[in-house]
């Protein structure tokens, strides 16, 4: 695993300021909770709101906005903790592969007595690795900075787990997707573009499908409907959310896998 070691220790500080980033984003959220607490009219603010707004922000009437479920779902779980990681995961994605190959620092990797199929495996690991490290950092600055306030007061292992282990999954899936253009085609920008334009898509079709009733069923194509179909920290894990980003993850690195395999570096 010397690949994979020594990308693990050239990203190190890279990784370490995004935890950073995360546990500052955590701390923050956490912080603003006693100020909202107890206070109806975010619910009924909420209420007004349309449909299509509801399901973008995770919202659900049974649910309230002021308890410690209803409001990490909507002012963390549902848009900017996943967004964060994601931006993480296809950056990271893009670049093991694809961006190393344009700036040209594979070619003298390879030189090596490595093979090729050897060094996507390894950077592919260091990748889940990271991101497991950065969705790890996330879950434990959550338990510890939400416990002085009473943030994740009513709200269970199994459902925080579930929802963190949803964030792992829907960043991995767009993660995977940017790696496997990457080593297909060399070239880090239609890595980016097509692992950003699937979870920008798929977010928007997420709430836009809601606005017409025949086309709802589709919205189960949108990876974030799986990770958004419910609450988790209220209604508990949803294995859906996990399962199915692994299994297509696993698709894609063997697409691009193979891919990086045949044809000549740029």
Known sequence: MIVAARLLRDRRRSL?????????????????????????????????????????????????????????????????????????SIGTGAQVIGGSEEAGTLEPLLANPVSRQRVAVERYLAVVVMLTALVGVFTVALITLAAPVDALAGVSNTGLLGVCAGIFGLALLHGTLAFAVGAATGRRGPAVAGATTLAVAGYLAHGLLTLTESLRPWRFLSPWQ????????????????????????????????????????R
């Open 16 to 88: 370490l300021w995004w935890a950073v980033g995360l546990v500052a984003l955590v701390a923050f959220t956490v912080a603003l909770y006693p100020s909202i607490k107890g206070q109806a009219s975010f619910d009924q603010l909420m209420a007004d709101l349309p449909n299509s707004v509801k399901v973008l922000v995770g919202y659900q009437a049974d649910v309230p906005l002021t308890s410690p479920a209803g409001y990490l779902h909507g002012r963390l779980f549902a848009l900017l903790a996943p967004v964060v990681i994601l931006v993480f």
């Open 226 to 265: 799986w990770y958004l179909e419910r609450n988790m920290l209220a209604e508990g894990a949803e294995p859906a959310a996990i399962v199915i980003p692994v299994a297509l993850s696993a698709v894609l690195f063997a697409v691009g896998w193979a891919a990086f395999r045949r044809r000549d570096l």
